[in-house]
């Protein structure tokens, strides 16, 4: 009887701590979650609070400029995904500019910053041009690293080699926007490159010395039926009248185990947002699809969340829409009320890391 009281109060500090092993040795998350986020990690790497300072270096994409396409992704913003993004030409006062930005409550002389190239295809461009942009906020002795937002298609020789001295002078991350793994899917939504090219991109970054970051959106629409569904570009015309189908939960877990798979440092997790002045808006509007419900999305992350292993740092669990343009849905707007939410519901109940990943 003596030996099962200390079992319980043994199991009731472990649970309380975090660190509760079960007996085959797969570890329960929960309380564990704060310290595989991004922040807390490169506070520890770097010893203080570390920020992003979003920047435009007036990028496109080759969905736009005509080479795939001129309409873009069918969820992007005219902005580029940028929508709270400083125009950068590599002057200290544009970077001043995007600190203030983050508020007068960061202390700057204590924070440390990230200089984060957001807007459209930040590779889309020659090396020369990118070079001395990507350099130049690392003469603000703030300044700890870059992120570069691209895509895989995006990144050629020249621009590997550029990265790779990069990576000898300071830390890069580069974030891939893959969003699904499903081809149907990603040719809807007009994402305009193969699975292969993600898969090489990794390979490159990762040999260069980069931290690859990998975005996924969840609650992607796509025409399941449509006989078109495997090639790329589909247009509105084509699904007309048509109501589409929302990837499944099993769809979405699919792509986090294919990136968990893929040897990426980081994720971002991403709720499909409907936004004023995308071809997506029409759709919905229309009443083609529908959104995710707060509910489905936490259940979403927070089973993703148990497929990666804890090498594979959390950079976002949830996005921050526009509220001016944002149209659906309408519970997006409130970010705390969905992270404390996923953090419930990751206390609440046994999640264990999953086989999947070894």
């Not at 649970?15 to 922040?39: D, F, H, P, V």
């Not at 621009?159 to 890069?172: D, E, F, K």
Request: some cysteine.
């Amino acid at each position: 009887m003596a030996n099962c009281k200390w079992q319980v109060a043994s199991c009731k500090w472990q649970i309380a701590s975090g660190k509760w092993q079960i007996a085959n040795g797969k570890r329960i998350m929960g309380t564990e979650l704060e310290s595989r986020m991004i922040g807390r990690r490169l506070k520890n790497e770097f010893g203080r609070k570390i920020y992003k300072l979003s920047l435009d270096i007036g990028c496109t994409c080759p969905t736009r400029d005509g080479t795939k396409g001129t309409r873009g992704c069918i969820f992007c913003s005219q902005a580029g995904s940028g929508d709270f993004s400083e125009r950068y030409t590599g002057k200290q006062e544009e970077l001043d500019r995007a600190k203030a930005r983050l508020g007068a409550k960061i202390d700057t002389g204590k924070a440390g910053f990230i200089a984060y190239f957001q807007n459209y295809t930040n590779t889309y461009a020659s090396a020369e041009y990118l070079g001395p942009l990507f350099e130049a906020p690392l003469a603000d002795k703030t300044v700890v690293g870059i992120s570069i937002a691209t895509r895989p298609d995006c990144l050629g020789p020249e621009i590997i080699a550029l990265i790779r001295r990069l990576c000898m002078r300071t830390t890069v991350f580069v974030e891939l926007g893959l969003q699904t793994i499903h081809d149907s899917t990603a040719a809807f939504i007009r994402r305009g490159f193969p699975l292969t090219d993600y898969d090489r991109a990794v390979g490159d970054l990762r040999a260069a010395g980069a931290r690859v970051v990998t975005h996924l959106i969840f609650g992607l629409p796509y025409p399941s039926n449509h006989p078109s569904a495997d090639r790329a570009g589909l247009s509105l015309e084509s699904t007309e009248g048509q109501m589409l189908s929302l990837e499944s939960t099993e769809m979405m877990l699919e792509s986090v185990r294919y990136v968990a798979r893929s040897g990426v440092e980081g994720v971002k997790f991403q709720l499909l947002h409907v936004l004023r002045g995308t071809d997506l808006a029409e759709l919905y509007q229309n009443g083609a699809f529908r959104t995710l419900t707060m509910d489905e999305y936490v259940d979403v992350v927070v089973r993703a969340l148990s497929i990666l292993p804890d090498s594979v740092s959390i950079h976002r669990l949830t996005g921050d829409p526009p509220r001016r343009l944002l149209i659906a849905p309408d519970w997006a707007t409130d970010k705390k009320r969905v992270l404390n939410k996923i953090r419930e519901r990751m206390v609440g109940r046994d999640q264990i890391v999953s086989d999947a990943v070894r």
